[in-house]
């Protein structure tokens, strides 16, 4: 029934008129409906379910405990005699993502606000296959507390999907201490044909080179790198 004011005039449309505005509105919301489901279809990333990172084919993993002060360094050496390293970050088709300095570096203010990332872990990949041996290498830089840390290494095959090829737990002594955490061979198929865990020293072999805790932060270390 519709209501009428004193002038005998509707105070709302004919039913008629009422229902054509619904229908014009109701389906200019649907096309706004069904233009932002387009929209956000057209945005969404390509969900690559069991890839990490389709630009590389491994990735190796050095990571400690979250807070803690040391600063461990990941050193990987290709079949070809390239080193990766907090010295050398690109060499050959291996980079290292983050030289992480333990607690150094940890914290960082955004707007005067403190914002703390306790993660303690270090990441070479490999963005190509080249047959040869690779060495994997831990090395324990700088302790302040002269503690032995645990340390655990993974080496994952990303392509065509993520295989843990080495999974291992070290423990590293004190500042200096390099060990071999793994060696792998790969065929040119990218197909690991080998794997060994006896040492292979790649740092402290070098001439002019040796990790001191009591360097400073800025002093030159590892003969000509500085930190
Ligand atoms: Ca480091
Ligand atoms: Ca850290």
Do not use: C
């Not at 032995?148 to 070290?170: C, H, R, S, W, Y």
């Amino acid at each position: 029934m519709t209501r009428h004011n004193t002038t005998g005039r509707s105070l709302f449309p004919p039913e008629d008129d009422q229902n054509a505005f619904t229908d014009i509105l109701f389906n200019a919301l649907l096309g706004f409906a069904f233009m932002f489901s387009l929209a956000f279809i057209l945005l969404r990333p390509e969900v690559t379910d069991g890839k990490v990172d389709p630009k590389a084919e491994f990735m190796i993993t050095a990571q400690w405990p979250d807070g803690h002060p040391d600063d461990i360094d990941l050193i990987v050496e290709d079949g070809v005699g390239n080193l990766v390293w907090f010295d050398t970050r690109e060499a050959g088709l291996m980079h290292l993502d983050r030289d992480d300095r333990g607690w150094l570096g940890d914290t960082i203010t955004v707007n005067g606000q403190k914002l703390e990332n306790p993660l303690n872990q270090e990441v070479v990949t490999l963005r190509g296959i080249a047959a040869g041996e690779y060495v994997v290498n831990l090395l324990h830089y700088k302790s302040p507390d002269g503690k032995p840390v645990a340390v655990k290494v993974k080496v994952e095959k990303l392509n065509p999907q993520v295989t843990l090829i080495f999974a291992g737990n070290m423990l590293l002594t004190g500042a200096g201490d390099e060990q071999t955490a793994i060696r792998f061979r790969l065929d040119a198929t990218g197909k690991v044909v080998e794997m060994a865990t006896r040492d292979k020293l790649l740092i402290r072999a070098m001439p002019n080179t040796s990790p001191d805790a009591s360097k400073e932060v800025g002093g030159q270390a590892h003969g000509k790198a500085a930190k």
